[in-house]
C-alpha cells in the first residue's frame, strides 16, 4: 500500500515566522513530489515540485528532499495570515507515472 | 497559464438520478483524472485517463464511470446518484512530455455535489 503521511496539524505559528511542513512517503522507488495549497472550500493549488535531493526555492518557499530518508518538507518563510491553508504533500507514483499519493494534508494557520 | 475547467460549481441532485460531470482542459494534456475529497477522508482518485478513450480504474471507482471522445474533455458520470456519493469532486490534467516524472497536475475549482 503505498502512503504518504503528514501531521494533520492545525500547525500554528506567528505571522513572520518560518512555518515547517512535513511529509514522508512509503514507496522509495517514487521520483517525484509536489506541494499544493488548498484553501478551505477551494481546489488544490501547485505551488512547489522537487525531483532531486536538496533544497529548491521559490520565493519565500523552499521544499526539501530527502530520498534516502523518505521525507519532503516544505518551508514557509515570513509566514503571512494568507498563507493560512491545507497543505498537502503528493509523491509520483512510479508504476502509473502520471498518477500521484496524496496526504491528508496539514492545516497551517498563520496568526497576525 | 494551464485552464482546467469545471461544469458546475455547485449541484444538488436526487437519489437515483443519471449524475454527469464535465471537466475541459486548454493545454493538450494526455493526462486526466477524477477525484473525491471528503473529511477525514483526503484525495481518492476515481478514474484516470492517459488518451481520447482510455481509461484506468483508480482507488475507488465504484458506482461511476467516465467518458473521453475529446482530449480536452474528460466526464464522470454517476448512472445512479446514491446519497454516499455527495463529496466534492474535482478534476485534474497533467502533460506526459518534458522531463520524465514531472507530471505536474492542475486542478479544476472543483463542483460540490450533494445528493438528496
Known amino acids: 500500500q503505498k502512503e504518504v503521511e503528514q501531521n494533520s496539524g492545525p500547525l500554528s505559528v506567528p505571522e513572520g515566522a518560518i512555518a515547517s511542513l512535513n511529509c514522508t512517503y512509503s514507496d522509495r522507488g517514487s521520483q517525484s513530489f509536489f506541494w499544493y495549497r488548498q484553501y478551505s472550500g477551494k481546489s488544490p493549488e501547485l505551488i512547489m515540485s522537487?525531483?532531486?535531493?536538496g533544497d529548491k526555492e521559490d520565493g519565500r518557499f523552499t521544499a526539501q528532499l530527502n530520498k534516502a530518508s523518505q521525507y519532503v518538507s516544505l518551508l514557509i518563510r515570513d509566514s503571512q495570515p494568507s498563507d493560512s491553508a491545507t497543505y498537502l504533500c503528493?509523491?509520483?507514483?512510479?508504476?502509473?507515472?502520471?498518477?500521484?499519493?496524496f496526504g491528508p494534508g496539514t492545516r497551517l494557520s498563520v496568526l497576525p | 497559464d494551464v485552464k482546467v475547467t469545471q461544469s458546475s460549481r455547485y449541484l444538488v441532485k436526487r437519489t437515483g438520478e443519471k449524475v454527469f460531470l464535465e471537466c475541459v482542459q486548454d493545454?493538450?494534456?494526455?493526462?486526466m483524472f477524477w477525484y473525491r475529497q471528503d473529511p477525514g477522508l483526503g484525495l481518492r482518485l476515481i478514474y484516470f485517463s492517459y488518451d481520447v478513450k482510455m481509461k484506468e480504474k483508480g482507488d475507488i471507482p465504484e458506482g461511476y464511470s467516465v467518458s473521453r471522445e475529446k482530449k480536452e474533455r474528460f466526464s464522470l458520470i454517476l448512472e445512479s446518484a446514491s446519497t454516499n456519493q455527495t463529496s466534492m469532486y474535482l478534476c485534474a490534467s497533467s502533460s506526459s512530455e518534458g522531463r520524465k516524472g514531472s507530471y505536474e497536475q492542475y486542478f479544476g475549482p472543483g463542483t460540490r455535489l450533494t445528493v438528496t
Open positions: 493545454m493538450d494534456h494526455e493526462n
Open positions: 522537487i525531483y532531486s535531493n
Open positions: 503528493a509523491a509520483g507514483d512510479p508504476y502509473y507515472g502520471q498518477n500521484f499519493v
